[in-house]
Every structure is written in C-alpha cells, then in structure tokens.
C-alpha cells in the first residue's frame, strides 16, 4: 500500500494544476516493478522490467532522478533529458545477479514555460503512455515503443490482432535494457481543464482507448477517476501491475477558470493481492529471466 499525501495544488509557473495517482500489483504478479512520481511539475509512471528485482530497483532509480527537479516550478526540455540519461548511468552500474537486466519504460508529462505560455512536455520511452483529453479532443500523445506498434505501422497486423499478439509484452526501446533508449518528446500547449494520463501497459492492456476516454470525461475529481481507471483494469483480469497518474489544469495564466478540481495530489493504492507472476513486460531480446534470447 502507498498512502503518499502532497501539498495543495499551487500556480507553478503559468500552470495550476491538481493531480492523483494510483498504483496496484494486479491479479498475478507476486511484487509491483512499476514506479510512479506524481509531484508537480512531473508526473511519470516507469514499469520496471527484468530478472529477480530488477525492474522496481530500475524504476524506483528513474523515480530518484526525476524528482530531483521537483523542487522547481517548471522544468525544460534539457533537464529532463539529463534526468533520464543519469537513471541510465546508474541502471548500467547495477551488477550481480539480483539485478541481471535490469531495464524500465518510461513516460511522463511535465509543465514548461516557453515564452510566457504554459505547455505540457511529453516524453516517452517504452510502451508506457501518455493520453491528453482537451475539450473535445482525446488523443494517445505517445507512440509505443514496441513490437505490435511496428507490426501495426507497417500494416502487418491490426489493433484487435496486437492486443493478442505473443510479442505484445516486448518493447523495442526501455532505459537499461534493449539496444535503444532515445526517447520522443512531445510539447503541447497547455488548456483550462486538460486532463493528462500517464499510465503503465497494466491499464492499456486490460482497457479500451473508448473506455479511459469515458473515465477522463467523467466529472469527478481526479482521484476518483485513478480509482476508476485502477479497478477497471483489476475487474478485466489484472494481469499485469498497473499504475496511473491522472493531472488536471486547474488554471492556465491568461485563460479563464474552466475547472474547479480540489482533489490536490495524492497517491493511492488498493489492496495488494500476492500471487504467481504470469505475463511480463519485455525488451527486444532480454527474456523473462534477465537473460538475453
């Protein structure tokens, strides 16, 4: 259980915002690798992957590094590179067994001025994600890194056929593990009342993009809507950890008030359920036991 009270919602730069999070070890896993930052002005779910405890000791280093620039209001482009690449560092000085290839995906949103004008940054590493509803618009700003997703973009498969595919579980780009760690960013500027979820593949895998659409439009606060989203994917089998932050633009300087959310932020866990690790979260090319195919 994670019980993780933060301080009330404050203006960051040209950004309000007011965020939850909520993670869960599912229906079959024995330990939860996934790891969740949800302090303004990042957010990021990494899920960790690798043989024995490698994936929550390469995830919870991602953690440490990016919380080291919450003590700004803001942050850019450049520091959250540098954040990523010292994980990398450290997650390629793990050695021993215990952490034999150790890797993690990672997504994130953060806020950023530019010029006076407040934007989300997006950054993504894995088959994490990150969705952004805006008014009418509900829209995955992340691409996966993955094997399904270059099946897909070259018309070999379809979407139906990639959520049963065998090499669903396999990322083609992770920090720590596979050939590829570069990650994509993305900016965005930022609108009274947006909605940002980053999540782990435990949600995606388990929830329709129609379904978190609906969840996010719902007029609850966000930490309901975590709740919602977590036990959604739970009652669909739970077969993998899954973790979700959900952020909200309370205020964006220059725009009118369109939300009146209080939840604040906050992390929260449902009851954990201890059982036999099943499915997995895979590099290209490092099997379920750490070890390369």
């Known amino acids: 259980m994670i019980d993780r009270s933060l301080s009330d919602p404050d203006l960051y730069g040209t950004i309000r ?20 930052l949800d302090v303004p002005p990042i957010f990021l779910v990494a899920d960790g992957m690798g043989g024995h405890n490698a994936g929550e000791v390469a995830s919870a280093i991602v953690v440490e590094e990016f919380e080291k620039l919450t003590l700004q209001e803001n942050v850019t482009v450049e520091q959250l590179g540098d954040a990523l690449r010292s994980a990398a560092v450290r997650i390629g000085e793990l050695s021993g067994e215990s952490t034999l290839g150790a890797g993690t995906t990672v997504a994130a949103a953060a806020t950023m001025v530019l010029d006076g004008v407040g934007y989300w940054v997006v950054l993504n590493l894995g088959d994490s994600r990150v969705y952004r509803l805006s008014g009418e618009i509900f829209e995955q700003v992340s691409v996966d890194h993955s094997v399904v997703q270059e099946l ?10 990639a959520k ?34 980053i999540c782990s593949d435990g949600l995606t895998g388990e929830v329709d993009d129609d379904a978190i659409e609906r969840m996010l439009r719902s007029p609850a606060d966000v930490r309901t809507v975590c709740g919602d989203l977590v036990t959604r994917a739970l009652d669909a089998g739970g077969h993998d950890n899954v973790s979700v932050v959900v952020v909200e633009a309370v205020e964006v300087v220059g725009q009118s008030l369109t939300s009146e959310n209080t939840a604040g932020n906050e992390t929260t ?12 979260t895979l590099p290209r090319g490092i099997s379920e036991d750490g070890t390369g195919r």
């Open 164 to 197: 049963v595919h065998p090499y669903r579980h396999m990322v083609t780009r992770a920090l720590g593990a596979g050939p590829e760690s570069d990650p994509d960013y993305w900016l965005i500027p930022a609108e009274n009342g947006d909605r940002m979820l």
């Open 17 to 36: 915002v007011v965020s939850a999070s909520a993670t869960h070890v599912g229906h079959v896993r024995a330990t939860n690798e996934d790891s969740i």
């Open 152 to 161: 897909m973009d070259r018309g070999d498969i379809s979407a139906e056929q």
């Open 269 to 280: 866990s449902p009851d954990s359920a201890e059982l036999e690790v099943d499915e997995d």
